[in-house]
């Protein structure tokens, strides 16, 4: 299962800030995507600021404390707006109905 975790930040980050905390950010979230927590993840380009996660893990739970773990979450600089409900995502199952149709229609023709 996947989980969409969207965080916002809470306060723009002075220079000062930036600089202490980026360098503990960015190797944190890159040793959960290395460790398969995190499949894919984005910058958010509007006025809340912050990230989207695309969570790889087997529960709400579980995305709650990778989620948790991370540095700017800690220090309060970073909160996730659905980190208590978050959004539970799988395949769309129904694709392979497309293929099956098209297999059974040209089978029918022939």
Do not use: C
């Amino acid at each position: 299962m996947k989980d969409l975790a969207i965080g916002r930040v809470v306060e723009p980050l002075t220079p000062e800030r930036r600089k202490i905390m980026r360098p503990m950010e960015v190797p944190a979230t890159a040793r959960m995507y290395l460790d398969g927590k995190i499949d894919q993840w984005w910058f958010r380009k509007d006025e809340k600021g912050g990230v989207v996660f695309l969570t790889n893990t087997t529960s709400v739970e579980e995305a709650n404390r990778v989620l948790e773990g991370l540095p700017l979450h800690q220090a309060k600089l970073l909160t996730f707006e659905l980190i208590f409900e978050l959004i539970r995502l799988a395949r769309w199952p129904p694709l392979h109905v497309l293929r099956d149709k098209s297999q059974s229609q040209s089978e029918e023709s022939t």
